[in-house]
């Protein structure tokens, strides 16, 4: 079946209108907050205060999101106009949040999907507790806690329920697209960084070298200055000529 023509840059249009809306909330809810401290009741003075600094605190994170969505949803666009890629941004997911980013590749011998999670948590290292199953965190300066939500477990559920509700549009109509298997990416934007692990859990995409996670799915994790570069070396004709089992490539 013959691809519909798809425009990357149209799919992006929304979220940078959004992008232009949040900027402009943003100012104006400083503006709001900076007369709302100096009203005369302390409790009102100080709800109102409070209000302002969560409406900012989620207009900061999503302002964040979006450009995250958007530096690298560009950065793709543009690496990989020769191969058609079509990206999928903002995805939602009822109960799940969003998927960050669907990547799809429709053109053989390197048809192929990923599914692309940008996580931030400032300045920090993230780790893999093998015992546990689970991704921590270290700020800087600080011990290690319990990255939460369960990003591993997110990814995956919400690559499941993408599959089962919105198939035809994303994924397509085939035997083979039905049963095609999804690359997930976690991805660590901005000045999170990944931490040192144990040799075992490491594997090599190309000259990648990444974090290899596999729970109910696999995972892999890596830093976003390694985004492009994985997904060039996944696609790599050598490697899937000599990949027995490479999933999602027909």
């Not at 809810?29 to 005369?40: E, H, I, N, Q």
Request: proline residues 4%.
């Amino acid at each position: 079946m013959k691809e519909i023509a798809y425009d990357n840059l149209a799919a992006l249009k929304r979220l940078e209108e959004e992008d232009s809306w949040l900027t402009t909330a943003y100012s104006a809810a400083g503006a709001v907050d900076a007369t709302t401290v100096f009203v005369s009741e302390p409790l009102t003075k100080t709800d109102s205060f409070l209000r302002g600094m969560v409406a900012d605190s989620l207009l900061l994170k999503r302002t964040q999101k979006i450009n995250n969505i958007l530096r690298n949803a560009k950065a793709l666009d543009e690496a990989f106009k020769d191969q058609q890629l079509q990206i999928f941004p903002d995805l939602p997911v009822p109960e799940r949040g969003r998927l960050d980013m669907l990547l799809k590749f429709p053109i053989p011998p390197r048809k192929t999907l990923f599914a692309v999670a940008l996580r931030s948590q400032g300045k920090a290292t993230i780790f893999y507790h093998e015992q546990k199953q689970a991704l921590y965190v270290r700020q800087y300066q600080g011990g290690l806690k319990l990255w939460k939500p369960d990003h591993i477990e997110q990814l995956a559920l919400q690559e499941f329920w993408l599959r089962q509700n919105r198939q035809q549009e994303l994924f397509g109509t085939s035997h083979r697209d039905k049963t095609r298997s999804v690359v997930k990416l976690l991805v660590l934007t901005g000045q999170t960084k990944l931490g040192q692990h144990n040799e075992s859990l490491y594997t090599d995409i190309g000259d990648q070298r990444v974090l290899l996670l596999q729970r109910r799915s696999t995972i892999y994790v890596l830093e976003e200055k390694q985004l492009l570069l994985f997904i060039k070396a996944w696609l790599d004709p050598a490697r899937i000529a000599q990949c027995k089992i490479c999933a999602g490539v027909d």
